[in-house]
């Protein structure tokens, strides 16, 4: 069982910036895979970003590509979702996902993830 806990949505203008943090507790963290996923309102539930359990391999989807940067602390087991340059169309429901996985493949849909965080809100002002 892995337990998500994120932290640090919010309300912020056009071209502002926004860190996400996601705090895991449970099992190794360091064999597993992890996500961030967002859910506008209306809207089917999409990958933003993963990253692989050692941190070397990085995915991103295209809408938020040069904008977002995904890392990891396995130490402190968290894993971060940094959000620049924020267009209004980035208002969502940003969810943390893990799964157990020790190889470097990221997944990126949301049928592969076994555990979610509970989510937290950003949104956008134009």
């Known amino acids: 069982q892995v337990v998500l806990v994120e932290s640090g949505g919010g309300l912020v203008q056009a071209g502002d910036s926004l860190r996400l943090s996601c705090a895991a507790s449970?099992?190794?963290?360091?064999?597993?895979?992890m996500g961030w996923f967002r859910q506008a309102p209306g809207k089917e539930r999409e990958f933003v970003a993963g990253?692989?359990?050692?941190?070397?391999?990085?995915i991103y989807a295209d809408a938020v590509k040069g904008r977002f940067t995904i890392s990891r602390n396995n130490a402190k087991n968290t894993v971060t979702l940094q959000l620049n340059n924020l267009k209004p169309e980035d208002t969502a429901v940003y969810y943390c996902?893990?799964?157990?996985?020790?190889?470097?493949?990221?997944?990126?849909?949301?049928?592969?993830?076994?555990?979610w965080g509970q989510g937290t809100q950003v949104t956008v002002s134009s």
């Open positions: 449970g099992r190794t963290f360091s064999s597993i895979t």
């Open positions: 996902a893990a799964r157990q996985y020790p190889g470097t493949y990221v997944y990126t849909e949301t049928h592969e993830y076994e555990y």
């Open positions: 990253i692989s359990w050692n941190g070397i391999n990085t």
